[in-house]
């Protein structure tokens, strides 16, 4: 039985094995205290089965999906995902306050990543995400503390639309932070290091070359959309580091210089990606090959009537 009234950490629980009778191959979604951690509810959840049924039960070990047919019958196993509530755009817009977020929460959310090979994880070029939305029979806060899924919907994600979701969520974060008066300088700096100073992982420069550099390979509306944001991110570090000037103490004035150069670099290595020489040829070419195609319709029909005429 729940005592929360709001908040609280969410997690999908999929129970898989004969043992666990008829919750076998269920699901639900568990509400748990603020400070729970995945790891801590998986313990107490396989503590728990192991002593009712006086066998081990097996932790699966991701999010994916199980296919039972492929299961050992004699193992049972749990399988936990942490999620968070969903709301459709629409929806969201009307909860504005922390108490209309965490209440009436029927739908949840959680992001697979997987390549089309048999890595979870891939380069820029290879990396799919999978949302899965779930749907559970009533609504949190509830006076239980599970509710069993009764539905389940998928978004695929490819791999330009993944790296499109990065640089908004980069560009989202810097505009929050932004907005606070003041901004927390800390959380500032790690956003702004992470978005102009060359990084390992992938980052703006590595998306730009995947996908800019190859645009002829990928829809239109998304290489537009991928510069467009781009653009965007370019201004709000520009701004963030000035911003972020008025903060620094003595210290760290090499590190602000550190991020000056940064975006300058970032500009100079990224000036030709932004270019749309290649999207306006490619606009020239489709408008010269519909052309092409009224011209041949137009000799087509001219000649059926010069047949009529006859």
């Known amino acids: 039985v729940s005592t929360q009234s709001t908040g609280g950490k969410y997690y999908r629980v999929g129970f898989w094995g004969p043992k666990f009778g008829p919750l076998n191959q269920k699901e639900y979604v568990y509400r748990e205290p603020d400070l729970t951690q995945l790891w801590t509810l998986k313990e107490r959840l396989q503590e728990f089965f192991q002593q009712q049924f006086g066998e081990k039960i097996e932790i699966w070990p991701d999010s994916g999906k199980i296919n039972p047919d492929k299961l050992d019958p004699q193992v049972n196993y749990l399988q ?26 029927a739908h949840f959310i959680f992001v697979t990543p997987f390549t089309k090979g048999a890595k979870a994880q891939g380069g820029t070029a290879d990396q799919y995400k999978r949302k899965t939305i779930i749907t559970v029979a009533n609504q949190f806060p509830f006076m239980m503390k599970r509710l069993p899924v009764i539905s389940k919907r998928e978004i695929i994600q490819d791999p330009l639309e993944v790296s499109l979701e990065q640089i908004e969520q ?14 927390n300088p800390k959380t500032l700096q790690q956003i702004l290091q992470g978005s102009v100073i060359p990084q390992v992982n992938a980052g703006p420069l590595e998306i730009a070359k995947v996908f800019l550099g190859n645009e002829l390979d990928f829809p ?10 781009m653009e965007e991110l370019l201004d709000f570090c520009a701004d963030g580091i000035k911003i972020n000037e008025t ?3 003595p210290d760290q004035k090499v590190f ?9 670099e970032s500009r100079e ?26 011209d041949t319709t137009s000799e087509s029909d001219d000649d059926e009537s010069a047949l009529d005429v006859e």
């Not at 969903?86 to 209440?103: H, I, Q, V, W």
């Not at 999207?279 to 519909?290: C, H, I, L, T, V």
């Open 256 to 264: 602000q210089e550190e991020l000056k150069n940064g975006l300058r």
């Open 247 to 249: 903060l620094i103490t």
């Open 220 to 229: 239109p509306e998304g290489i537009e959309l991928v510069r467009l944001r």
């Open 170 to 183: 980069r560009i989202a974060a810097l505009a929050l932070e932004l907005s606070l008066k003041p901004p």
């Open 80 to 105: 936990l995902t942490s999620v968070e509530p969903y709301f459709e755009p629409e929806d969201l817009a009307t909860r504005t306050s922390y108490f209309k977020k965490n209440t009436n929460l």
């Open 269 to 294: 290595k990224l000036a030709p990606y932004l270019d749309r020489t290649i999207a306006r040829q490619r606009e020239e070419r489709q408008k010269e090959a519909g052309h092409s195609t009224a």
